[in-house]
């Protein structure tokens, strides 16, 4: 496994997302895969070494390009709910939705105006019951991830911004709160008692992150 970059940047991982779309070539796909794994590391390793050795073999290598193609596919063409199935059909050891969800992300078409695959890890995860008192983690995990994204985008439209921007709040949120609704109520109600307002999603998240 070939790491070319010290610094991984998302412009970087979009623009290996269209060179492997474009060329269809397994080196390509697998360099996409290999390098957003490293840029989602983010220093714990967590599974990452199982996941490498799950693909060290030939077996196991055309296993990992087939579902990443396949979801790569998908998620361009904005059929979510396949290019999700396509990891967990697979089955590729260690290989949850906190990761596989940012090959989804990356390999979706940013041109389009509608929903497409955005990441779902666990902050993400976390950070949705908190603002919407719904779960996003049933069984019926790919229904879940379908209607995460179309909620999203539902929302990006709705308050003028970009979906990306939307999921970069809720991983902001769900760091500061872990799976605790009730941190974010209270810091909300301590702003409103101490006459702090207008009561801001800013004014919570750094009123949150001062008495963590």
């Known amino acids: 496994i070939l790491v070319e970059f010290d610094v991984i940047s998302r412009d970087l991982l979009f623009d290996m ?31 990452a070494g199982q996941i490498a050795h799950s693909a060290q073999d030939e077996a196991g290598r055309l296993r990992l390009v087939h579902a990443v193609r396949t979801a790569s596919l998908a998620s361009y063409a904005g059929d979510s709910t396949s290019a999700y199935r396509a990891f967990v059909e697979t089955k590729i050891n260690r290989l949850g939705p906190a990761f596989f969800t940012k090959i989804l992300y990356f390999t979706g078409n940013r041109e389009s105006v509608d929903p497409r695959c955005l990441i779902f890890d666990a902050h993400v995860e976390s950070a949705l019951p908190t603002i919407t008192g719904q779960s996003y983690s049933s069984t019926k995990r ?9 909620d999203v985008h539902d929302w990006a439209h709705k308050y003028g911004t970009t979906p990306d921007a939307v999921e970069g709040r809720l991983y902001q949120l769900g760091q500061l709160t872990g799976d ?29 992150a001062t008495t963590r």
Do not use: Q
């Open 17 to 47: 997302a269209e060179i492997a779309r474009k060329s269809d070539s397994d080196d390509d796909h697998l360099r996409l895969f290999w390098h957003a794994l490293a840029w989602g590391v983010m220093g714990n390793f967590r599974n």
């Open 142 to 150: 790919t229904t879940d991830y379908v209607r995460y994204c179309a």
């Open 180 to 208: 605790s609704r009730r941190r974010w109520l209270s810091a909300e109600v301590s702003l409103h008692r101490e006459g702090l307002t207008p009561v801001t999603f800013d004014s919570i998240v750094e009123r949150l």
